[in-house]
Each structure stands twice: as C-alpha cells, then as structure tokens.
C-alpha cells in the first residue's frame, strides 16, 4: 500500500502532466489517471478520443453508476499498487476524492495557471485529437464543460496550490520542496 498518494487537480493544460512526469522520474511514483479509464471505454467502443467524448463518457458512467464511481475504481487500483509514491491525475469534482479524503497518506496538490497560458500550453501538447486546432472559443466552451465547472471547488479542498504561470523549472521547485516536507 502506499505511504504516499498525491491527487492532482487543475484545469487543463495547468501544469498537472509536467508534475505527474517529474514525480514519476525523480521519485519513482506510481501514476494513476482518471481519463485513462474513461480512454479505455473509448477505445473498446471505437469512439474518438476528443474532449468532448471523454467529457459524454464520463457523464454517462456517473449518472448511470453514480457520481463517485470513478473515485473507487482509481482507489482500488492505488490501493493494490506496489509503489510508495502514487500520483492520481485528472481529479475534478468533489466525487472524485471521496474514496481518498478519509485516507491519511492523501494530499490533493491544486496547480494553477491563466487561461491564456492553458490554452497555448494545450494547442502546443495536442494530447487530445481537437487541442493542435482548437480555437479560443472553442477552449473557453470546454471551460464551461460540467466536468470542467467542478474543478476550482475541489481546488480550494487542496492541501497546496502551486502557480504555474513561470517555467517549467519553477514548477518542479514547487514540488520538490513539498516532497522534501513529505
């Protein structure tokens, strides 16, 4: 079990993929993503893996099984691993920490960066099949997604918020000084 498990949560193209890399790299962390489920489910139905199929999928699961299906799913993976360090990446309501609240080793690390910087961060990455040809307006549409809306509540639920509006480099300051208190 782990001693350790950090639940990352910010908005889109924030910064939470650099911070999962590095904790992955330096401190050997185990990693856990909430979409890679929902990617899954998209790749067995043949679906696109857009924003807005992740966003339907994710809907459908939680209406259908309830609101904190995905939590206890991605807790059971966390629990079952073999790492002492493990990063949970996606985290975006409420629902999504109630099966890791309650556990002592869990700290929610919120990451904070402008909308503009987001954006231009997105279009460059082009993780999912719309974000390289993504307009403005179709990223601030996709701020406005029920799963997106959540997010800065379950942001002021974290233990810490690192802004990353600087570098990439600064970022990885952040996190290294609040590993060294871990």
């Not at 209406?63 to 939590?71: C, I, N």
């Amino acid at each position: 079990m782990p001693s350790l498990i950090i639940g990352l949560v910010g908005q889109a193209g924030c910064g939470k993929g650099t911070a999962a890399d590095f904790l992955q790299k330096e401190y050997g962390a185990g990693y856990v993503r909430f979409s890679a489920i929902l990617g899954s489910i998209l790749d067995a139905l043949a679906l696109e893996k857009s924003r807005e199929e992740f966003i339907r999928i994710s809907e459908v699961l939680r209406k259908e099984f309830g609101e904190d299906v995905l939590s206890h799913a991605i807790a059971r993976q966390v629990l079952m691993s073999d790492k002492d360090i493990i990063v949970i990446d996606g985290i975006r309501r409420l629902e999504d920490i109630v099966a890791f609240e309650p556990l002592p080793q869990f700290a929610l690390v919120a990451i904070d960066a402008p909308a503009e910087l987001r954006f231009e961060r997105m279009k460059k990455r082009g993780e999912k099949a719309t974000e390289s040809t993504m307009t403005w307006e179709q990223f601030q549409h996709e701020e406005d997604a029920p799963t997106e809306r959540t997010i800065p509540e379950v942001m002021a639920r974290a233990t810490v918020t690192f802004d990353n509006s600087g570098t990439q480099e600064a970022l990885i300051e952040k996190i290294k000084a609040f590993m060294q208190n871990r």
